[in-house]
Structure formats: C-alpha cells, structure tokens
C-alpha cells in the first residue's frame, strides 16, 4: 500500500502564488509517475500536471506557463509550484501516483490518490 499526503493548500489572492506538497509513504516499489488533479465545486475532476521517475512533465494546457511540477525522489514527494493564480484555479486539489510512464488525464486508473487539499483562490 501507498499512501499520499498533500499539504500546502489555503487561500491566496489572484495573481499570488501557492505551493504544494505531497509526499507519498509505504510500499511504492519501483518508478512511478506523481502528478496532480483538481475538482472544482460542481465540476469534474481534471487533470493538472504530472512528473515520471526521470522527470519528464506534462501540463494541462488551464496551467502551463503557471503551474511547475517538480519532485524529490530522495524524499518521494511531488511539490506543485502555483504561480499567477486565477480564481479559476479555486478547486480541491489531489495528488496521485501511477506506475505507468504517465498519468491517465482522465484519472482512471491511478493507483493511488491522496485526500486532497483545497486551494482557494480570492479575486
């Protein structure tokens, strides 16, 4: 079992910048992917970004220009660093973890997800 705890979330103005954590715990065996995925009040859960073992990245074209992810593997965590936030950037945010060379945009078939943070972002 893996377990993925974010942390980092709160309330930011717009224009601000945010940064978030997740560290994940257990038995993560060999390479994975992390990313992360956001779901906004009465909206479907979306794809944000994503890091591989060697650090190939993919971004959701909502944050690219914004938006780094990055990760220390010597700590197994996955940082997301949120520049020139928009109030559309208001959702909860989840960490995720897959053994594939990327993470499903659509989600399904992450094998492991974190609770969630919440970022809210004030205009």
């Known amino acids: 079992q893996v377990q993925l705890v974010e942390s980092g979330g709160g309330l930011v103005q717009a224009g601000g910048s945010l940064r978030l954590s997740c560290a994940a715990s257990?038995?993560?065996?060999?390479?994975?992917?992390m990313g992360w995925f956001r779901q906004a009040p009465g909206k479907e859960r979306e794809f944000v970004a994503d890091i591989n073992w060697s650090a190939g990245t993919g971004y959701a074209d909502s944050v690219k220009g914004r938006f780094t992810i990055s990760r220390d593997n010597f700590k197994n965590t996955v940082y997301l660093q949120m520049n020139a936030v928009k109030p559309e950037d208001t959702a909860v945010y989840y960490c995720?973890?897959?053994?594939?060379?990327?993470?499903?945009?659509?989600?399904?078939?992450?094998?492991?997800w974190g609770k969630g943070t919440l970022v809210t972002v004030s205009s």
């Open positions: 257990g038995r993560t065996f060999r390479s994975y992917t």
């Open positions: 995720a973890l897959g053994y594939r060379n990327y993470l499903p945009r659509s989600g399904a078939g992450v094998d492991y």
